[in-house]
């Protein structure tokens, strides 16, 4: 039988909330909800109530992004 986690980690959202996007980022709220305005990071997504999320994608292509930068300078 599986509990609630197990079927909850089964289904990966399309949604990162802000909380998880700032584990995933390293970044703290107020630098994620900045450089959103700024145009630096992918667009909020306003869900129900006052939730704010991102979609997953784009926060993994910016992680991506800035990886490939953080290597290139490296190089």
């Known amino acids: 039988m ?3 986690t197990d079927s909850q980690a089964a ?3 399309p949604f990162v909330l802000v909380p998880e996007t ?3 980022t390293g ?3 107020s630098t994620i909800l900045k450089y959103t305005k700024l145009g630096l990071f992918p ?3 306003r869900l129900l109530g006052n939730r704010i999320a991102f979609n997953r994608a784009n ?3 910016w992680i991506e992004t800035r990886l490939d930068v953080s290597n290139q300078q490296t190089n």
């Open 2 to 4: 599986m509990n609630k």
């Open 22 to 24: 700032v584990k995933l």
């Open 27 to 29: 970044c703290p709220r």
């Open 43 to 45: 667009p909020m997504i």
């Open 11 to 13: 289904i990966k959202s």
């Open 59 to 61: 926060v993994e292509a």
